[in-house]
């Protein structure tokens, strides 16, 4: 049965993925350093950010009187690493210009294609993107990389990352010719305390100061939830954040050749060995619990009267919602649940 297992989990990926943060503001001024302490003990950790929608939660979270900088779980280390300003960091995608990238800047401009790394306080014209379409953005004038940036995501949704050469040869020719043009990617070495990949920023206008260290960031409460870089001994009060635990019931159904004994212990230990395994792979938390729930009934899986052919007389089953061909003869068919708390 272990092509129907890895069918199973195939499908339960659609269900495991998602990350859900409870942020909770401590009225205390601690270091970051002691923040990340207090954190820790009593929630998960200092605040990961990912999203604008992230910053706006965070800015509400803040008690009403209080009027200032709170510390996040941002804090610079050691590996300069490229990330796109929505976050993202699984393009493996570059069109670097001869002799490009240098130690010259951190953000990337794109010049008839071809992509080069400067300082981020140039000034340059830049392109934004909604859904799958490029803006090129002359009306505001040539900005600063991170001007650029909070101009995207307040008028669009953000400054263009690339995937493939389509869609570099895609955003050049909407890019103005003859400019250096802004585009989304960008050079750091800043890491959340948690360790969290994604790679989003909010920084104020001129932040951050490479100059300054040691290096935390700070959120201010009057400047739209933008960022800052301090020093880590300052005292502010602190978001942490807390994962929500809840659980989930997944419906299974599965199909199998023969006799099959899925209601066997051992059988079930299996299945849920490779679930567990699979969720690990995934970068998921190795302390999720998963089991079967019966629903009240003896036996976890329940056998059905009928198996679904298709019309080449193979059977097929229904995977947690969605078609999975499973090309096999001579089935049964059995539908059960399996329990999980989610990402």
């Keep these: 049965m272990e092509s129907l297992f890895l069918l199973l989990l195939s499908g339960l990926l659609c269900s495991s993925s998602a990350v859900s943060r409870q942020y909770h503001y401590i009225n205390l001024q601690m270091s970051w350093p002691n923040a990340q302490s207090f954190c820790r003990e009593k929630f998960t950790d200092l605040a990961t950010v990912d999203t604008m929608d992230d910053v706006n939660v965070l800015m509400h ?32 995608y570059f069109n670097w210009a001869s002799g490009m990238p240098n130690d010259d800047g951190y953000c990337v401009a794109t010049f008839s294609g071809s992509w080069s790394n400067m300082p981020c306080n140039y000034g340059r014209y830049f392109v934004c993107y909604k859904n799958t379409t490029y803006y090129m953005i002359q009306n505001a004038g040539t900005l600063h990389w991170t001007e650029a940036q909070s101009y995207c995501r307040q008028h669009y949704t953000d400054l263009p990352t690339i995937h493939s050469s389509v869609e570099n040869d895609k955003l050049t020719a909407v890019a103005l010719k003859g400019w250096y043009i802004w585009i989304g990617l960008f050079r750091d070495t800043w890491e959340w305390s948690d ?16 100059r300054v260290r040691p290096d935390c960031a700070s959120m201010s409460t009057t400047d739209s939830g933008k960022w800052s870089q301090e020093s880590c001994n300052v005292l502010h009060p602190f978001i942490c954040y807390a994962e929500e635990k809840r659980k989930q019931i997944v419906k299974l159904k599965l199909s199998c050749v023969g006799n099959c004994k899925l209601n066997d212990p051992s059988v079930q230990t299996a299945i849920l060995n490779q679930i567990t395994e699979k969720l ?64």
Aim: charged share 20%.
């Design 280 to 343: 690990e792979s995934m970068g998921l938390e190795s302390d999720r619990k998963i089991n079967w729930t019966n629903g009240g009934i003896k036996e976890v899986f329940r056998l059905e009267n009928s198996s679904v052919k298709s019309p080449d007389n193979k059977c097929e089953s229904a995977f947690l919602g969605t078609r999975s061909a499973l090309h096999i003869g001579g089935i049964s068919s059995y539908t059960t649940s399996v329990q999980h708390p989610p990402g």
């Design 61 to 92: 979270s803040v008690d009403d009187g209080y009027s200032g900088s709170v510390w996040i779980g941002l804090k610079s280390g050691t590996e300069k690493r490229w990330g796109w300003s929505n976050g993202e960091n699984s393009s493996q």
């Design 195 to 210: 360790q969290w990949d994604l790679r989003f920023r909010y920084w104020a206008k001129g932040q951050p100061n490479l």
